[in-house]
């Protein structure tokens, strides 16, 4: 995501994420399933992907994997955005909804309680795509942008 | 998202900042190109997770339980699976599903114990896979005799991010944690803590050795999961190995 960091700094973390861990690629491998097949053959400019914070997804790692995974194929171009979910839980005794936060604790912020279920945070989901005109549209695609 | 294993600076606020507007962003840039957009709303491990019930019905069909084994790398699982094949492999049929990204090492390494062993190596994958995915284990199971085994253990690859992603079709998740890994490191990667029912703290016998904090790590392992059993083990001395396979053998009995 183009917000968190510089170029710089951002191109540097990717670096480190994809020796680390790759489970972005084959997760853009799923992705593109899910997009080809829904996209029936129509350019697909963004590709909308909603990702709790408890799927340890890094979205410019997830956007750099994009551009592996989709280049050479009808998916070129296209690209990912990311809408990340915070993680919260709601307690089971007292009902009380807490956000997990940055050090993450599955406790109630109320009552203290740890019997709690988590409400938000474990979304992963494809959840729309934006497609180009289609050229019997409305005109020519310079008009674009 | 992987704020709490790789960003440790400000770099939270903004992803929370993004998630709180961003249903508003694909509205906009749709139709800012004249384009169509289009609902999809499908969870993106939907296929891992059909393929993972799968293998959890062909499972249950030859009444085998199993059980998937997690840790970073270097936390001794192998070790901990020999030990385990040693002390059970006359009493239980035992099949083994081990991952690696590359070599057969770990999976020579059990040779020998009587157990049948089937190798996936995820190199093959694009870049070589970081886990083991519900298709993986299904392409394993052709060379398991499911309905001679009474438990399969499943060794996934050493990593303590993308495997707790994975369902597999396992009955139960366990995860060997050495305490030379530290403290801290269920609040690191919380999904992995809590995602197994037991954590075997393994490697005990370099305790006396260690600064290591045991009391400081188990206050860490309740703040995720405070449900976790914990067993003290070194897969090395021997320590602890018969109550893992007790906890094994209680499985089956489930």
Redesign the interface.
């Known amino acids: 995501?183009s917000?968190?960091?510089g170029s710089g700094p951002s191109g540097r973390?990717v670096a480190?994420?994809?020796v680390?861990?790759?489970?972005e690629?084959?997760?853009c491998?799923?992705?593109a399933?899910?997009?080809t097949r829904?996209?029936a053959g129509?350019t697909v400019?963004?590709i909308?992907?909603?990702?709790?914070?408890?799927?340890?997804?890094?979205?410019d790692?997830l956007v750099y994997c994009w551009g592996?995974?989709s280049a050479g194929t009808p998916l070129d171009g296209s690209r990912i955005?990311?809408?990340?979910?915070?993680a919260r839980i709601r307690c089971r005794a007292c009902g009380e909804v807490t956000d997990v936060g940055?050090?993450?604790?599955?406790?109630c912020g109320g009552c203290g309680g740890?019997a709690v279920q988590v409400v938000s945070g474990e979304e992963?989901?494809?959840?729309?795509?934006?497609?180009?005109?289609q050229p019997d549209?409305?005109?020519s695609p310079d008009?674009?942008? | 998202m992987g704020r709490f294993h790789r960003h440790d600076d400000g770099t939270v606020h903004d992803h929370a900042h993004t998630g709180a507007h961003a249903h508003d962003v694909g509205d906009h840039s749709g139709y800012a190109t004249g384009g169509e957009r289009l609902e999809v709303l499908i969870r993106i491990f939907d296929e891992n997770d059909r393929t993972a019930a799968a293998n959890r019905a062909e499972f249950a069909a030859a009444g085998v339980r199993v059980v998937n084994l997690m840790s970073a790398p270097g936390a001794g699982k192998t070790t901990l699976l020999r030990e385990t094949l040693a002390r059970l492999g006359g009493q239980l049929r035992i099949g083994i599903i081990e991952g690696d990204i590359e070599t057969s090492l770990d999976a020579d390494r059990l040779a020998g114990f009587g157990a049948e062993i089937a190798l996936i190596n995820t190199g093959n994958g694009f870049g070589g896979e970081c886990h083991l995915d519900a298709p993986m284990v299904r392409s394993a199971l052709p060379r398991l005799p499911l309905a001679d085994l009474d438990l399969v253990l499943i060794e996934n690859v050493g990593n303590l991010v993308c495997p707790a992603e994975f369902d597999v079709g396992e009955d139960d998740r366990a995860m060997v944690y050495a305490i030379t890994e530290g403290e801290e490191k269920p609040l690191k990667y919380p999904v992995m803590f809590r995602s197994c029912g037991l954590v075997v703290v393994n490697k005990v016998d370099l305790l006396p050795y260690l600064d290591f904090d045991l009391d400081g790590f188990l206050d860490c392992l309740r703040k995720v999961n405070p449900a976790a059993e914990v067993m003290l083990v070194s897969a090395r001395t021997g320590e602890g190995v018969d109550a893992w396979c007790d906890w094994l053998r209680a499985r089956l009995a489930r």
């Open positions: 995501m917000r968190f960091g973390a480190v994420s994809i680390e861990t790759v489970h690629l084959s997760i491998s799923s992705i399933d899910i997009v829904h996209a129509r400019q963004v909308n992907v909603r990702a709790g914070q408890l799927r340890q997804i890094v979205p790692t592996l995974v955005n990311v809408e990340s979910v915070p940055e050090v993450p604790v599955f406790a740890v992963f989901l494809v959840t729309s795509l934006e497609l180009a005109p549209g409305q005109g008009q674009e942008g």
